[in-house]
Every structure is written in C-alpha cells, then in structure tokens.
C-alpha cells in the first residue's frame, strides 16, 4: 500500500470511530448566585467550576448564571430546575430554621471568628439539618459584614437609626432588631432594592462593602455608616438528588471544588473589604466610621433576650465563646 492510501484508509478509520463511538455523556449543574460575575459569589462560583470541571475531564459542566432573588433561587434548587445556589443565609432561615442562630446580630466578633465557627463542628452541625428540608446546605460561603446606608442623615448611634426605612432582608432576626431599634424594616428581595431606593420607598439599606461596592449603591445612597451590626455568612446549597446521582469519587471532587470556592469566595471578601471603603468615599460617599456599637448593643437587649428565648442558646454560647 502507497503511503498516500495508507494514510486515507487511516483517516477513514478515524471517521468511522468517532461516528460509532458513543458520545461522552455530559451533565450540566447550574449555580445561580444574586451577584455579579465580578463579586466575591462570582470568584467562588468560578473556582467551583474550574475545578470540578477539571477534576471530571468534561463529563460535567457547570453553568454560572445570576438571579437576584435568592428565595426564588432557593425554591428552584427544593425542586430541582437549578441544581445549586450561593448566596446569603437572608431567607435561608425560612427553609432551614436552625439557620437563625447565625443571622444574629453582634454575633461575631470579626472575619477570623465567623469563618472559625462556621468550619468546625458548630457550623457542620447547623449544615446537616438541611438535609430533613430537601436541600443539601454542602460548605459555608460567606457575604460579609453589614453596614448600613441611607439618603437621609449620617448615623452615629442608634438615635439616628429610628424612624428611617430600611429595606432588609427576608429575616426575622434582621427584622426583629430593626425594629427594636425603632426603625421601619422593610423585607424585600434584592431585586426590588435599586428601585425602591430610587423611588423613596425606603431610605436606606444594609449590604456588606463588597455588594454596595459591586452594584453602585452609592448612586443611590449618600450615607454610610460602617456599623458591622451582624456578619451575614453565605452558603453553598445544591439539590439533594444531584448529589445523589454522583458517583462517589465525583462527590469528593465535587466537595473539593466547593472548598477552592469557598476559598476564592473569602479572599475576595477580604480584598474587597480592603479597597472597598476608599471607593467608595472616592464615589462621593460620605462614611461615618466613629460609630457607637456599645449604645447600638444595648439598644438591642429585648431583641437579644428575645434570641435567647426562640433560638438555640446553647449555640448562641458556644458561638460567643469561640476562641
Ligand atoms: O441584601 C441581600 O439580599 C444580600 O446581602 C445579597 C446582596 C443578595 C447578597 O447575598
């Protein structure tokens, strides 16, 4: 045989094998977060897909896609139309209960005692009661400290804060303690926050640096006041039988992944945190850092006591004695 036929009949065996060989299954898992693709939900969705995708040689993909409702987003992955959220514990604590205790306020001390307790055993403990509620809560992610905003007036104590409209999360405990400050909370999906800003249906708002940073909020707020009034952890949840359908070594690469978004997730918050501030001062923002926490935490005894009475007080404990 010449070599020129040679290499046609090997061409045209090449042909046939990928005619004939069965494709490569591919499954697709969709996570949606409520941030943009350049914020720190976005850095640990992206890692979780590099390295998932890498770890499985294709057979899955994973899709990023944003929703800012995270209840919606939360309701999708209860019944399987998308397989996985990362967001905030906001509404979590409406499916999950036992989530509660980490939305109080004053809880945490700083960055390095929130993720401290979040990865041992008081934070697995709170993560595998998702399991009774249809949802796999798989590792904690996390959005950050609180601070709040508002168009009215610079806020130093919480005599500032009464009779503002602040927009809140869908959180009893973040209601609870507005409104114990004497403040209108106003519960509302983040979608529905820009407008509601700009339309004077509420005054004010309370984000991490990083989310007011990521979608402009000083274009719609003048003040803000770095209050840190409660650390506002999130979470990576997927849908209970998308787990189930990995086979045992995808699973552990799977949870693998979660741990380099988990990773990517908070050394982002960490250099948001850092550069945050100053951008947005240098947005026109007027920042009002001399804040009074001592007189916002004891304007908050009835709401503390209150916790202590509804939610797990044994964890409260172990929480605050976290060294
Ligand atoms: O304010 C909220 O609803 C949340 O903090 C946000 C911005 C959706 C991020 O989880």
Redesign the pocket.
């Known amino acids: 045989m010449t070599i020129a036929r040679r290499a046609a009949v090997a061409a045209l065996c090449l042909a046939t094998a990928a005619v004939t060989a069965p494709a490569m299954a591919q499954t697709t898992i969709t996570i949606q977060?409520?941030?943009p693709s350049n914020s720190h939900?976005g850095a640990g969705a992206q890692a979780l897909k590099e390295s998932f995708e890498r770890a499985t040689g294709g057979r899955y993909r994973v899709n990023i896609q944003r929703n800012?409702n995270?209840r919606e987003i939360i309701e999708s992955v209860q019944i399987g139309t998308v397989e996985c959220y990362i967001?905030?514990t906001?509404p979590v604590g409406n499916f999950v209960p036992a989530v509660r205790v980490v939305d109080v306020p004053f809880l945490f001390r700083d960055y390095a005692h929130a993720r401290g307790v979040l990865d041992s055993e008081i934070g697995q403990n709170i993560l595998q009661q998702f399991n009774a509620r249809g949802l796999v809560g798989v590792i904690w992610m996390e959005?950050g400290f609180?601070h709040l905003t508002n168009s009215r007036r610079e806020v130093h104590d919480p005599g500032d804060v009464r009779g503002l409209k602040v927009?809140t999360?869908e959180n009893q405990v973040h209601m609870r303690a507005f409104t114990t400050l004497g403040a209108l909370p106003t519960p509302m999906?983040?979608s529905e926050?820009v407008p509601a800003l700009q339309q004077g249906t509420v005054d004010g708002?309370?984000?991490?640096i990083p989310?007011i940073v990521a979608?402009n909020l000083n274009q719609v707020q003048r003040y803000l006041t770095l209050t840190g009034h409660v650390y506002?952890p999130?979470l990576l949840i997927c849908n209970p039988a998308m787990m189930q359908a990995m086979s045992p070594a995808d699973r552990a690469a799977f949870m693998e992944a979660a741990r380099a978004g988990q990773k990517a997730n908070r050394d982002r918050v960490s250099a948001d945190e850092a550069s945050g501030i100053e951008e947005l001062r240098r947005r026109g923002m007027q920042v009002v850092t001399s804040v009074d926490t001592a007189a916002f935490q004891a304007a908050l005894a009835s709401a503390f006591a209150q916790y202590e009475r509804e939610l797990d007080a044994d964890t409260l404990r172990r929480i605050r004695a976290w060294q």
Do not use: K, W
């Open positions: 977060h409520p941030l939900y800012d995270e967001g905030s906001g959005n609180r927009r999360m999906a983040f926050l708002q309370e984000n991490p989310v979608n506002s999130g």
